[in-house]
Each structure stands twice: as structure tokens, then as C-alpha cells.
């Protein structure tokens, strides 16, 4: 049966009712439930602006048209979606031979349902976006993708299609995504609703701003943060942190930040400085700033039994508990807990710990690590929160946890709130997060794979993305091509939208340093700070940082309009241009509207092909030659130079992008 009530388009059949409407300009949301009532839940959405929308039924077929999308629907409740000039955008697969419907649900006891929703796969077309993953794919057609948080995966459910569609899987539960040759398959392992918005416009670009406008914006970010962030794992003293600082100012290389690793406190779960290595955290900062450098301090969520907070958390229910079994989720240095960040008191809790013992010193900025979280084994529905089984909303950890400490800061008149997360989820942008792409590998295969990564959360609406520049995971300072790697890295990183080194570095010799009464010794990696690698490599790493910090009002320019519109910074070639064969590159970006950054990341690459894309005159910033687009040349690539190209008319100034000799 279908139904108009305004501008809603209902319909209802045994097992099933379905929910069509307007959600803002552009956007149709779907939601169907098994012969129940509604959820009215938004989770992380923002209410739908405005929009004008028409609803008709004529002979068996509904249409609902909202803007440049039409959603129609049969009386059999077959649904489809259409541009304005009726092509097909996509359809529900439905399989008559053997009675299958698109929509397909399965109890699973409890109010949840495990559910699933299939579309028929269409010739050429490729799939974008769903978060970060180092899978090393870019056209994501072929893959499936699981929707759980994990560490260097962020699931951010939310497709753009070379169609020029958005798909919005609007569920923070566990389950997939499938896009495949023979059907895109959706899939929700326990929820109460099926719920999905499709958005549609006359660009890819159009489509991402629509989606940031659904789900945040990202605020404005703080200028004095558009420089070098310096970390390793992990400096072990308040002294060692200092001497690098100081070092860094000595030689007249600027830093933006500095960081204060895990570990520093007496115990997880106690969210303060273990004044044994950190004596005088005021002192600290105090110097700190008077060297123009900020200080970041890393929180984490865990909670350990023997802490000084673990007892009155666990009465008032603040920490994660499990359906069965111990509560104990992860073993790090002792068994471990998490606290609850969905709970609105455990997060304000923890909160108000970082307050009274970082924020008396100064300490504005907080490292949210281990955001996922990162619990062992990853059996979700053994997960019991605040706001339900792990299996249903187990996604929104990381995005609570933002939350949090957003609210926390901006209820204590903190004007500019930028904190650094591991994790992140539908709308986190909107709480100030840095995005980092976890703990990945230190080698030249990682950092191809973080180029793509990188692009594919540009389109999820988070602007403020960084890797651990040189990868996490090994890399041995005195080794030449780890040198070379590091390199390469760093110049990639100086085109990230947030540039930052980080890093747990080899080192043969670890001499103990730790609390005591912790259960082992906790690692310190070695040295990772440029002048690490050897003269040749720390003069080309301090050439970037002056190329970095020239380019700094550029960045500034950039990340103003993200926090306006939604537009990324660092985005791929096909989200200015869309042509066919900017759909397959996977190795160029464009970072801002002019300027084309293309990395080199294999070892002993002095070359590298660069496709220019139609319709302008490209300048190699380099020699200054030009070129017409529409073309791929060979473009030089020393060890001293990560090819850039200028595109027409641009308003960057060439000069500001000239190569030059560090110190």
C-alpha cells in the first residue's frame, strides 16, 4: 500500500513498513522498520535544512522529487532513484526468480534485527569515501569494507558514487558494505531501522559539501597549528621533551607543537603527570610558549583496577561492561577497562580529571588515543554501553569521546578547541578533531597506501587529516633507504592538511626508563626528529618546513572554507575534475583549487609520471615549465623535490613554492 501524507511518502506491506522523505536540499531519506514503529533517532545527523519537495502518485508509482533527486517507488515497493533529467542515479535490486525482495530483515532477539539492503551494480561506475582503511584500494568497486572501529581503520559509512551520488549508511552499528560486481550490498548486523540517505547534485564536489552540511562542519581551524607538530614514541622525560624544543629553536626551525606521549601518568585511569619525570609541568609549558610551541598531552580511555578513579567509576556505571564474562576488555601493561564514552557522566568525569590536572598548567590541546577502542578480541556484541549492545552502536565510541572534550573545553570558554584522535565517525569533524590514520607500517608500501587513505577521508567531510609522517611501526634512522622513505614522507606530509611527525623508531639500546610499578617496561622508540636521519635528509626535511610555513596563509585560505562549505583541503583529482581518467589516479591530489601535489613513494624513484588533467595550462613548480592538460609526461623527481604543478590562473604566487636549501 502506498500513502502520501505532505511531503512523506509512506508504504506498507506485511513485515515491512518504509519511510520516504526530504532530508534538506538534494538529499532523500529511506527508513524501513519490520512492521514496528519508526526510530525517530538521528544518531549523528543535523536536522534537514529546508528544502522544496513534491510528492505525487500516479498509476501504481509514487514519486517523491526533492531538488535534483526523485525517489520512485512501485506498489510492489520497489525503489529507485533518478537525476533530474531521469537517468538513473540507482535501484534496489530485486530478484523475481526467487522471490527476493531488496530489503530483507532477520531477528535477532532482543529488538534488533540483523538487516540488508542490495542495489543493482551499474557498468563503470566507482565507489569512494567509507572512512580510512590502509587496504591500498582507491575505486573501493570490487571491495567490501566492515563498518566496526578499529585501529588504522575509521568507519565513516558514506560512498560517493562516479555517478554523482552520495550514499549515506546512517547506522553506528557493526556490519558491511559490499560493492560488488553483481549487487552494492548494505548490511546491519543488529538495528532497530533501516536507515539511509541518498544525496545527489550536479558535481562530486556539490555532493561532499551536501554531505558536510547533513553531518557538521569542521570549526575554524587555529592558525598557529598549520606548521610542523614534532612526536615520537615516546619522550620519556619532562626534560627530553624540553632539550628537543629547545634544540628546534636553536637551529631556527619553527614547530607548531610538541607532544607529550602516552605513559606519562602514574596509572590508566589516572589522567594526570607522574611527577617523577614530569616535576613541573608549569614550568614546562611556560618555556615552551615562550618559544611559540604548543603543547599537546595524550589521553587515553583505559582504566585500570588499581587507579585512584577505578573504584568510583565502576559504582556509577561509567565504564564499558561486557553481556558475558570478566569485564576486563584488553591487557596493556595490566588488565585493563574503558570508560564508557557514550555516558554523559563518565565523559564529563574524565573530562573534568584532564581539566584540574593539564588545563591548570596551560594544556589546551589533548591527543584522544586509543579511540576505537581497542578492545581484544573485537567481539562487539559482548559490549554493553550506555546507549545499547556493542553489536548496535559500538561505531559511535569515537565520536562521543570527541564530543566530550569539545563540550568540555568549549564550557570553559576555550574559543579554539583542536584535539588529535586515532578514530573518528559520521560528523566528528564537527568537534575539532585531527584525524591521524593509526599505527601503520614504517615503509614505502605504507606511505602509497596513505595517500589513498588520505583521499578517501577527504570526501567523508573530516578536513583536518595527518599521518604519522615516516609510518608508526619501525624504520631505523641509520638505515639509507629508510632515510630515503622518511624523505619522501616528510614531503608528502608538508601537502597534508595537518603536517606531523610521529613514530615508534628502532633502537637497539633501550635503557629503562618507567614508573616503577607498572607491570612491564614500557618501550621508548628511538630519536625521530630531523636531524635523526643524517645531513643530507634533515637539510631536505628543513627545506619543507620552510616551503610549509611559506605556504601557511594558503592552508589558512583552504581550511576557511571547509569550516564555510565543506571543502576539502586535500582532495582527489576527480573532485575538480571529472573526467575518466582522473577517476583511476590514485597517487596525485589536488591540495586546495591550484596546486597539485604528487608524491613519490618508491625507493630510488627519480621520475615520475604525472597525468595533467584537461581543459588548462599546468606549471611545473620546479623549472617552470608549461604544459598543456590532458596529457601524462614524465616529470624529474630528486630526492630533494616531491613534483608539484601550478594549475592556470592560479592565485599562489610561483615563487612561494620554489625549492630551497635547508640550513
Not at 67 to 83: P, S, Y
Not at 430 to 450: C, E, N, T
Not at 532 to 551: F, K, P, T, V
Request: with cysteine; net charge negative; hydrophobic share 35%.
Amino acid at each position: 500500500m502506498l500513502e502520501i501524507q505532505g511531503q512523506k511518502l509512506f508504504f506498507c506491506r506485511e513485515g515491512e513498513n518504509l519511510l520516504l522523505e526530504p532530508y534538506g536540499p538534494n538529499v532523500i531519506r529511506v527508513r524501513a522498520v519490520p512492521g514496528c514503529a519508526w526510530e525517530e533517532n538521528n544518531w549523528t545527523l543535523l536536522p534537514p535544512a529546508e528544502s522544496s519537495c513534491t510528492v505525487s502518485l500516479d498509476d501504481g508509482v509514487a514519486r517523491l522529487t526533492n531538488g535534483k533527486i526523485t525517489a520512485e517507488l512501485t506498489e510492489g515497493g520497489q525503489l529507485r532513484f533518478l537525476k533530474p533529467d531521469g537517468s538513473l542515479l540507482l535501484q534496489e535490486l530485486w530478484t523475481p526468480e526467487r522471490d527476493m525482495p531488496g530489503r530483507t530483515y532477520r531477528c535477532r532477539g532482543g529488538g534488533l534485527f540483523h538487516m540488508e539492503t542490495q542495489f543493482f551494480p551499474q557498468e563503470d561506475e566507482h565507489f569512494y569515501g567509507m572512512g580510512q582503511e590502509a587496504h591500498d584500494l582507491f575505486d573501493l568497486k570490487g571491495a567490501v569494507i566492515d563498518l566496526c572501529q578499529q585501529n588504522t581503520k575509521s568507519t565513516i559509512p558514506f560512498a560517493v558514487s562516479s555517478r554523482g551520488y552520495g550514499f549515506l549508511w546512517n547506522n553506528p552499528g557493526i556490519g558491511r558494505a559490499e560493492f560488488g560486481t553483481s549487487r552494492t550490498k548494505w548490511v546491519a548486523y543488529g538495528c532497530r531501522q533501516m536507515d539511509y540517505l541518498v544525496l545527489s547534485g550536479d558535481s562530486i564536489a556539490e555532493v561532499v559539501e551536501r554531505y558536510s552540511a547533513l553531518t557538521g562542519y569542521a570549526p575554524p581551524f587555529p592558525a598557529w597549528a598549520s606548521g610542523l607538530w614534532q612526536s615520537k614514541l615516546r619522550y620519556e622525560t619532562q626534560e627530553e621533551l624540553l632539550e628537543v624544543a629547545r634544540e628546534y629553536h636553536r637551529r631556527g626551525i619553527p614547530l607548531s607543537m610538541i607532544v607529550c606521549d602516552y605513559f606519562h601518568w602514574p596509572q590508566q585511569g589516572e589522567w594526570k603527570f607522574d611527577p617523577k619525570y614530569w616535576p613541573d609541568p608549569q614550568a614546562m609549558v611556560e618555556e615552551l610558549r615562550g618559544m611559540g610551541i604548543k603543547l599537546l598531552v595524550s589521553i587515553w580511555p583505559t582504566v585500570d583496577p588499581r587507579s585512584e578513579n577505578y573504584r568510583e567509576m565502576r559504582d556509577k556505571n561509567m565504564l564499558i561492561r561486557t553481556e558475558r564474562g570478566p569485564g576486563t576488555l584488553v591487557y596493556c601493561r595490566g588488565p585493563e577497562t574503558y570508560y564508557d564514552a557514550m555516558n554523559p557522566e563518565a565523559g564529563n568525569f574524565v573530562f573534568q580529571k584532564a581539566r584540574a590536572n593539564y588545563m591548570r598548567y596551560g594544556i589546551e590541546n589533548f591527543w584522544l588515543d586509543e579511540a576505537e577502542p581497542e578492545i581484544a578480541p573485537y567481539d562487539y556484541d559482548n559490549l554493553r554501553y550506555y546507549l545499547g549492545n556493542g553489536i548496535e552502536v559500538s561505531n559511535l565510541y569515537p565520536y562521543y569521546y570527541a564530543k566530550n572534550f569539545y563540550d568540555g573545553l568549549q564550557q570553559s570558554g576555550q574559543s579554539e578547541v583542536l584535539n588529535l584522535i586515532r578514530c573518528a565517525f559520521t560528523g566528528s569533524q564537527k568537534f575539532g578533531v585531527v584525524l591521524w590514520s593509526g599505527d601503520i607500517m614504517a615503509d614505502f608500501a605504507s606511505l602509497r597506501r596513505q595517500i589513498k587513505t588520505g583521499l578517501h577521508v577527504s570526501l567523508c567531510g573530516i578536513p583536518w587529516w595527518t599521518t604519522d609522517i615516516g609510518g608508526f611501526h619501525g624504520g631505523d634512522p641509520n638505515d639509507p633507504d629508510y632515510r630515503e622513505c622518511m624523505v619522501r614522507w616528510f614531503q608528502f606530509g608538508a601537502f597534508c592538511p595537518v603536517f606531523r611527525m610521529h613514530g615508534f623508531r628502532y633502537k637497539p639500546d633501550r635503557p629503562k626508563v618507567s614508573s616503577e610499578d607498572m607491570d612491564s617496561y614500557c618501550y621508548s622508540g628511538g630519536p625521530n626528529e630531523i636531524w635523526s636521519y643524517g645531513e643530507e635528509a634533515c637539510g631536505i626535511m628543513e627545506s619543507y618546513i620552510q616551503l610549509r610555513e611559506r605556504l601557511r596563509p594558503h592552508i589558512m585560505q583552504q581550511m576557511d572554507l571547509a569550516s564555510a562549505q565543506g571543502t576539502p583541503v586535500m582532495r582527489p583529482l576527480f573532485y575538480d575534475f571529472e573526467e575518466e581518467p582522473c577517476f583511476h589516479i590514485d597517487n596525485q591530489y589536488m591540495f586546495g583549487p591550484d596546486l597539485m601535489a604528487c608524491p613519490v613513494a618508491t625507493c630510488g624513484q627519480r621520475q615520475r609520471e604525472v597525468y595533467l588533467p584537461s581543459g588548462c595550462t599546468w606549471t611545473d613548480v620546479r623549472t617552470g615549465t608549461q604544459y598543456r592538460g590532458g596529457q601524462t609526461i614524465l616529470a624529474e623527481a630528486p630526492l630533494e623535490w616531491m613534483p608539484l604543478f601550478l594549475r592556470e590562473g592560479a592565485e599562489l604566487d610561483l615563487s612561494l613554492l620554489q625549492p630551497c636549501a635547508g640550513k
